[in-house]
């Protein structure tokens, strides 16, 4: 039952004591503002002269603007939980002196306390939201902001019941000590909340270095000038221009149907305010948290304009009693249950340095001064139509025509101020190209060519070929005697690409030089600049000790030097490729390369199967440059080495389109290797193009997990780097529901495995589920371009809560209906337990006992999954599992095979499992059988008894 009302309030555990306490605060703050209200608009409609009416709007917004504005010089200086308790003990002493004045002086005091009263909500609310802000981030917000608001509207309830009673029993005028004792209620409730939430308000100032004044017009500059502040601001000021005009009408019919009857009128008062609670309450607890979370912020905000422009019409056609009271139910309901709730959330993607003074002077100032302006438009009015009110509705339909075009364009703006706040909080530096400007750049550049320190040149050598249409020759001449045999090498290199023939004999030097590299970077640029003149002064280096330099003197030759090049050097190419030492084999399978020479393969296919890893690398980039059809499957299995793996994918990226149907058939037949497969993703990757995107999309659908996960990486690249791509987006959307099942799975069955208490198999488990996670959050990025979604994957993994909050969030702006509930029951929650039930109500999920899983797992195809269920068998030594151990011991990976040795060891075997230890001395993997011979050994004799 607990879990169930828990989950209906969106309450999550640590939330409840300050979620109560926060309902509390708005539960006495309102009662208060309520009950001063009823009294306050009793007392004046009954013993003032109601054409003043209008005029009391433009008061209530001078006062409010000029109180709103002494606040908010305040409002970010000092602690909040400090400041909400000494402007509310104000508020308590100024409302007791208002009783007594009440008494004391004549009817000039109605309009005073009338403005005090509305100046005293206005305060408190500003003060209770500001100060809500501070106690929940935005996720919290989301869920709790109906349920808390929902205080305010209980007040009106409660209140608004037994206010009519009282003002029979107690007087209207005493009412304000009702008021005043409500006040005192909240100081304790602040204070209670101030003690336990201490660390919420530690950093609720902004500094003692920022304490002076500030004017108005420096406010208005920081709210208009955020696109998104700007935004409220309008969306508040409308508001309050449309409701102002209900409350007029609410008031001038009431006042003319309970002419001269003070108490009657107090007590219709009492009991509109009771039943409107009623409903709101209903509203903001059932629905409010639910609705935002689910229909978004724009839908909420919708609700109020669409049931004031229907009663607004109705009201035009009947205006009588009945009618304003549901115009102004509609306003009561709704903008105190949905509406605020949902206007507060719009203020949290602002920071927290400027969230205070913003909210104080939109709602404090900009507020009355729309509802001072609607006043005077008012008063104006009535002149023209005399107290038939109806007719101000045509205004008011006017104002909500504006009023729902803003809230329909104010999304965009809501989402780019949340990833706006989430970049402030980690910048980051795209890539970019360097440029060289102009001519004194260049200046600077060759003087920095002239340096002694060696990595300063290298940075000047690498911004060279930045620069075009100039000769670095004269420049790069002097490098070639440099005291870094780097900086040496370098130079060389650019001056292949420069007009270096005057800078040969600086090359030729260099034959000569201590550093064997840059003597063979110095043999291939005379050859590539000389050709056929270079054989006679070449050719004595086929002879050469260094192997580097023997092996570019045979590129150079064959290369650059004619048909008698390739006669001499050709002798000499094919000793090295045949030669015992692995390191001068390294180098025949690199001149192979070089060379390009495509009828030399027949010599890499002999060297793609050598035992030395370091040739076979070799000779798998060989045969990259090469690029025979002859050595494609070759390498295709090259793969397969974890050796030549890298060089491989390499290669066989170099192909091209030409490879794809190849590597397709690799990829549907499951019966090959499975690094191999793994290992064609980023193949495609590299060869890019539409047939690459297809084949890649296919893969999304496979079982194995690291294939999917190789594949999607290979697609979000493919994405980021050729947008013109077609993607098949309905596959997918498929995947992504994969995924998300997948990791509503991972949960459950991590639930299912908690009874075991196997710490190494549920990390096993929550790594995968955040594997999961990120292939969520790539598919993501692909379906949802240009959304910035790498940077809130980052913010979601941090450790800041208002952070990750605000990812949260824009997430939930961003995503449709389906993927957002899913993927936000995955952030949301932080219990297992939990994540499975939701997922339960969402995909048919597997659920079985523990031992169950086991057996399960320990089939895997995910070899560490399947060694880490071994574990656990073993740890559990239930006989049941000694078959399953056995088949283990025969597992394609050899850390299954080790864990399944050691698992069976702790097994009651009957008759001993030394014959089954025995077969794995000769296992293929060291590591098995060092595993093997110690448990053999262990046993005693080779025992296992």
């Given at each position: 039952?607990?879990?169930?009302?828990?989950?209906?309030?969106?309450?999550?555990?640590?939330?409840?004591?300050?979620?109560?306490?926060?309902?509390?605060?708005?539960?006495?703050?309102?009662?208060?503002?309520?009950?001063?209200?009823?009294?306050?608009?009793?007392?004046?409609?009954?013993?003032?002269?109601?054409?003043?009416?209008?005029?009391?709007?433009?008061?209530?917004?001078?006062?409010?603007?000029?109180?709103?504005?002494?606040?908010?010089?305040?409002?970010?200086?000092?602690?909040?939980?400090?400041?909400?308790?000494?402007?509310?003990?104000?508020?308590?002493?100024?409302?007791?002196?208002?009783?007594?004045?009440?008494?004391?002086?004549?009817?000039?005091?109605?309009?005073?306390?009338?403005?005090?009263?509305?100046?005293?909500?206005?305060?408190?609310?500003?003060?209770?939201?500001?100060?809500?802000?501070?106690?929940?981030?935005?996720?919290?917000?989301?869920?709790?902001?109906?349920?808390?608001?929902?205080?305010?509207?209980?007040?009106?309830?409660?209140?608004?019941?037994?206010?009519?009673?009282?003002?029979?029993?107690?007087?209207?005028?005493?009412?304000?000590?009702?008021?005043?004792?409500?006040?005192?209620?909240?100081?304790?409730?602040?204070?209670?909340?101030?003690?336990?939430?201490?660390?919420?308000?530690?950093?609720?100032?902004?500094?003692?270095?920022?304490?002076?004044?500030?004017?108005?017009?420096?406010?208005?500059?920081?709210?208009?000038?955020?696109?998104?502040?700007?935004?409220?601001?309008?969306?508040?000021?409308?508001?309050?221009?449309?409701?102002?005009?209900?409350?007029?009408?609410?008031?001038?019919?009431?006042?003319?149907?309970?002419?001269?009857?003070?108490?009657?009128?107090?007590?219709?008062?009492?009991?509109?305010?009771?039943?409107?609670?009623?409903?709101?309450?209903?509203?903001?607890?059932?629905?409010?948290?639910?609705?935002?979370?689910?229909?978004?912020?724009?839908?909420?905000?919708?609700?109020?304009?669409?049931?004031?422009?229907?009663?607004?019409?109705?009201?035009?056609?009947?205006?009588?009693?009945?009618?304003?009271?549901?115009?102004?139910?509609?306003?009561?309901?709704?903008?105190?249950?949905?509406?605020?709730?949902?206007?507060?959330?719009?203020?949290?993607?602002?920071?927290?340095?400027?969230?205070?003074?913003?909210?104080?002077?939109?709602?404090?100032?900009?507020?009355?001064?729309?509802?001072?302006?609607?006043?005077?438009?008012?008063?104006?009015?009535?002149?023209?139509?005399?107290?038939?009110?109806?007719?101000?509705?045509?205004?008011?339909?006017?104002?909500?025509?504006?009023?729902?075009?803003?809230?329909?364009?104010?999304?965009?703006?809501?989402?780019?101020?949340?990833?706006?706040?989430?970049?402030q909080r980690k910048l980051h530096f795209g890539e970019s190209s360097p440029a060289i400007p102009d001519a004194q750049a260049v200046e600077?550049?060759?003087?920095?060519?002239?340096?002694?320190?060696?990595?300063?040149?290298?940075?000047?050598?690498?911004?060279?070929?930045?620069?075009?249409?100039?000769?670095?020759?004269?420049?790069?001449?002097?490098?070639?005697?440099?005291?870094?045999?780097?900086?040496?090498?370098?130079?060389?290199?650019?001056?292949?690409?420069?007009?270096?023939?005057?800078?040969?004999?600086?090359?030729?030097?260099?034959?000569?030089?201590?550093?064997?590299?840059?003597?063979?970077?110095?043999?291939?640029?005379?050859?590539?600049?000389?050709?056929?003149?270079?054989?006679?002064?070449?050719?004595?280096?086929?002879?050469?000790?260094?192997?580097?330099?023997?092996?570019?003197?045979?590129?150079?030759?064959?290369?650059?030097?004619?048909?008698?090049?390739?006669?001499?050097?050709?002798?000499?190419?094919?000793?090295?490729?045949?030669?015992?030492?692995?390191?001068?084999?390294?180098?025949?399978?690199?001149?192979?390369?070089?060379?390009?020479?495509?009828?030399?393969?027949?010599?890499?296919?002999?060297?793609?199967?050598?035992?030395?890893?370091?040739?076979?690398?070799?000779?798998?980039?060989?045969?990259?440059?090469?690029?025979?059809?002859?050595?494609?499957?070759?390498?295709?299995?090259?793969?397969?080495?974890?050796?030549?793996?890298?060089?491989?994918?390499?290669?066989?990226?170099?192909?091209?389109?030409?490879?794809?149907?190849?590597?397709?058939?690799?990829?549907?037949?499951?019966?090959?290797?499975?690094?191999?497969?793994?290992?064609?993703?980023?193949?495609?990757?590299?060869?890019?193009?539409?047939?690459?995107?297809?084949?890649?999309?296919?893969?999304?659908?496979?079982?194995?997990?690291?294939?999917?996960?190789?594949?999607?990486?290979?697609?979000?690249?493919?994405?980021?780097?050729?947008?013109?791509?077609?993607?098949?987006?309905?596959?997918?959307?498929?995947?992504?529901?994969?995924?998300?099942?997948?990791?509503?799975?991972?949960?459950?069955?991590?639930?299912?495995?908690?009874?075991?208490?196997?710490?190494?198999?549920?990390?096993?488990?929550?790594?995968?589920?955040?594997?999961?996670?990120?292939?969520?959050f790539k598919l993501l990025r692909i379906l949802h371009p240009g959304k910035h979604l790498d940077t809130v994957q980052r913010n979601v993994?941090?450790?800041?809560?208002?952070?990750?909050?605000?990812?949260?969030?824009?997430?939930?702006?961003?995503?449709?209906?389906?993927?957002?509930?899913?993927?936000?029951?995955?952030?949301?929650?932080?219990?297992?337990?939990?994540?499975?039930?939701?997922?339960?109500?969402?995909?048919?999920?597997?659920?079985?006992?523990?031992?169950?899983?086991?057996?399960?797992?320990?089939?895997?195809?995910?070899?560490?999954?399947?060694?880490?269920?071994?574990?656990?068998?073993?740890?559990?030594?239930?006989?049941?599992?000694?078959?399953?151990?056995?088949?283990?011991?025969?597992?394609?990976?050899?850390?299954?095979?080790?864990?399944?040795?050691?698992?069976?060891?702790?097994?009651?075997?009957?008759?001993?499992?030394?014959?089954?230890?025995?077969?794995?001395?000769?296992?293929?993997?060291?590591?098995?059988?060092?595993?093997?011979?110690?448990?053999?050994?262990?046993?005693?004799?080779?025992?296992?008894?």
């Open positions: 039952m607990s879990v169930a009302v828990y989950r209906w309030f969106g309450l999550r555990p640590g939330e409840v004591g300050k979620t109560a306490g926060m309902f509390l605060y708005m539960l006495t703050a309102v009662g208060a503002f309520i009950t001063g209200r009823i009294a306050r608009d009793a007392i004046f409609l009954s013993r003032y002269d109601v054409d003043y009416l209008p005029y009391m709007y433009v008061w209530v917004a001078g006062a409010m603007v000029v109180c709103s504005y002494v606040y908010s010089h305040f409002a970010d200086r000092f602690r909040r939980d400090r400041l909400v308790l000494t402007v509310t003990a104000l508020l308590l002493v100024l409302m007791l002196g208002a009783r007594a004045m009440l008494s004391l002086c004549g009817e000039w005091f109605y309009p005073v306390l009338y403005v005090f009263v509305e100046v005293m909500g206005g305060l408190l609310l500003i003060q209770f939201w500001t100060f809500a802000d501070d106690v929940f981030n935005t996720r919290e917000a989301k869920r709790l902001f109906g349920l808390v608001g929902s205080g305010g509207v209980a007040a009106a309830v409660v209140f608004g019941s037994i206010v009519g009673v009282l003002a029979q029993s107690i007087g209207t005028g005493n009412l304000l000590f009702i008021s005043a004792g409500l006040l005192a209620a909240c100081l304790v409730v602040v204070s209670v909340l101030s003690r336990s939430l201490h660390g919420r308000f530690a950093g609720s100032n902004a500094g003692p270095g920022k304490k002076g004044a500030i004017s108005l017009s420096a406010d208005w500059g920081k709210v208009f000038s955020s696109r998104h502040l700007k935004v409220i601001a309008w969306l508040v000021m409308l508001t309050f221009v449309a409701v102002t005009i209900v409350d007029y009408q609410f008031k001038i019919i009431s006042r003319f149907t309970y002419l001269n009857r003070e108490v009657d009128l107090a007590r219709y008062f009492g009991i509109f305010y009771a039943v409107s609670g009623i409903l709101c309450l209903l509203i903001q607890i059932l629905f409010t948290g639910r609705l935002m979370q689910r229909a978004g912020i724009v839908a909420s905000l919708l609700l109020l304009p669409a049931w004031l422009a229907v009663g607004s019409m109705l009201l035009f056609v009947a205006p009588v009693l009945w009618a304003v009271t549901l115009l102004k139910g509609a306003d009561n309901v709704l903008r105190y249950s949905i509406n605020d709730a949902a206007t507060q959330v719009l203020f949290l993607p602002i920071p927290a340095r400027i969230r205070g003074r913003a909210k104080t002077f939109i709602d404090g100032i900009l507020k009355p001064l729309a509802q001072g302006g609607t006043g005077l438009v008012i008063a104006w009015t009535a002149a023209l139509v005399g107290y038939r009110a109806a007719w101000l509705s045509l205004g008011s339909l006017a104002v909500l025509c504006v009023w729902t075009i803003i809230v329909l364009g104010m999304k965009n703006e809501y989402v780019r101020t949340l990833l706006s706040t989430l970049r600077a550049l060759r003087q920095t060519l002239t340096d002694r320190n060696e990595n300063t040149v290298l940075h000047a050598l690498e911004m060279l070929p930045f620069v075009r249409r100039h000769d670095w020759s004269p420049e790069l001449g002097p490098l070639l005697n440099h005291a870094s045999p780097r900086v040496r090498l370098q130079a060389i290199r650019l001056l292949e690409k420069e007009d270096g023939q005057t800078q040969l004999d600086g090359v030729l030097a260099r034959f000569h030089d201590p550093d064997k590299t840059v003597r063979a970077e110095a043999v291939l640029s005379y050859c590539a600049a000389m050709k056929e003149k270079a054989l006679p002064i070449v050719e004595p280096l086929l002879r050469d000790e260094s192997i580097e330099v023997k092996a570019a003197a045979v590129v150079g030759l064959i290369g650059s030097a004619g048909l008698d090049g390739i006669v001499i050097a050709a002798e000499v190419l094919r000793d090295l490729v045949g030669s015992d030492d692995p390191d001068v084999r390294r180098a025949g399978a690199w001149a192979i390369g070089k060379v390009g020479i495509r009828s030399l393969y027949g010599r890499l296919l002999i060297l793609l199967a050598d035992p030395e890893p370091l040739v076979r690398v070799a000779a798998v980039r060989a045969a990259g440059v090469l690029g025979c059809q002859e050595l494609m499957l070759p390498l295709i299995y090259s793969l397969a080495d974890p050796h030549t793996t890298r060089a491989a994918i390499g290669a066989l990226g170099a192909y091209g389109a030409s490879l794809i149907t190849t590597l397709r058939t690799v990829l549907d037949n499951p019966q090959e290797d499975p690094a191999i497969r793994q290992a064609i993703p980023q193949i495609l990757a590299r060869i890019g193009g539409q047939m690459s995107m297809d084949v890649l999309s296919n893969i999304l659908q496979a079982d194995e997990t690291y294939l999917r996960s190789r594949a999607l990486e290979a697609i979000l690249q493919l994405h980021l780097g050729q947008t013109d791509l077609r993607r098949d987006r309905e596959m997918l959307r498929r995947a992504l529901h994969m995924e998300l099942k997948n990791s509503f799975q991972l949960h459950a069955t991590l639930t299912d495995l908690a009874p075991l208490g196997h710490d190494l198999l549920m990390e096993n488990f929550r790594h995968r589920i955040e594997q999961t996670l990120d292939r969520v993994a941090s450790p800041d809560p208002a952070i990750r909050s605000n990812s949260v969030e824009l997430l939930d702006n961003i995503l449709d209906a389906g993927t957002r509930r899913c993927l936000m029951a995955l952030l949301d929650e932080h219990d297992t337990g939990t994540i499975s039930a939701l997922g339960s109500e969402l995909f048919p999920l597997l659920h079985m006992m523990a031992e169950n899983w086991l057996q399960e797992l320990a089939r895997s195809d995910h070899a560490w999954t399947a060694a880490c269920a071994l574990d656990a068998i073993g740890r559990l030594g239930n006989a049941r599992f000694v078959p399953l151990a056995r088949m283990l011991l025969a597992h394609a990976s050899p850390l299954v095979r080790q864990t399944a040795a050691f698992s069976l060891k702790k097994l009651p075997v009957p008759g001993g499992c030394q014959k089954d230890l025995s077969r794995l001395v000769e296992d293929p993997s060291p590591k098995v059988r060092e595993a093997a011979r110690f448990l053999l050994a262990s046993a005693g004799f080779f025992s296992c008894g």
